[in-house]
């Protein structure tokens, strides 16, 4: 075998997305499926919601969330669990963003995970409403059910649909 775990070979397909296509500078069509479906770590399954704590007058700017950016409903965001947030290389305020790959009805897309939150029970993350409205364009859902997501290995993904 050429690499002795999978946390060798995670890091090699990591290695290739983010390094391979640097070259012809074209970063944001890293993603494709091929490279999405070896995504590290093991997936967990549960329920998504949308949320906002953004209240006009509150704050200037809108509220902070746990890695000290503003929250921003138009990028491609979620807060997962704060009993996960362990498996998600921790969401520190300042630290570098971690990402996820979040699949639900038959779409795929990379949230970038910078705030937790204790969810409700059965849910395991909560989507800003960009990333909510990808799935759920009408919002009419509220909470989808059987959403798949896992951590991606690495720092430098690009949010987003994937193919």
């Keep these: ?5 999978s946390a060798a070979v995670c890091g090699a397909v990591v290695a290739l997305a983010i ?8 970063i944001e069509k890293v993603h494709s499926s091929a490279v999405v479906n070896a995504a590290c770590g093991d997936a967990i399954v549960g329920a998504a919601s949308m949320y906002n704590p953004f209240k006009p007058g509150k704050e200037e ?17 979620a807060a997962i669990k704060t009993s996960l ?7 520190e305020f300042g630290a570098r963003p971690k990402y996820a ?9 990379i ?7 204790p969810l409700r029970p059965g849910r395991i993350i909560d989507l800003n409403e960009r990333t909510m409205r990808y ?3 009408s919002l009419e859902l509220g909470v989808i059910g059987d ?17």
């Design 1 to 5: 075998m050429l690499f002795g775990s």
């Design 19 to 26: 390094f391979g296509p640097a070259a012809g500078n074209e």
């Design 61 to 77: 700017g809108g509220p902070s969330t746990a890695s000290g950016e503003r929250y921003d409903r138009w990028v491609w965001a």
């Design 85 to 91: 947030r362990g498996k998600f290389g921790g969401v």
């Design 101 to 109: 790959l979040v699949e639900a009805v038959g779409k795929k897309v």
């Design 111 to 117: 949230v970038k995970i910078n705030d937790v939150g």
């Design 135 to 137: 799935f759920d364009p």
């Design 147 to 163: 959403v798949k997501v896992s951590p991606l290995a690495g720092d430098y993904w690009t949010p987003g649909p994937v193919g």
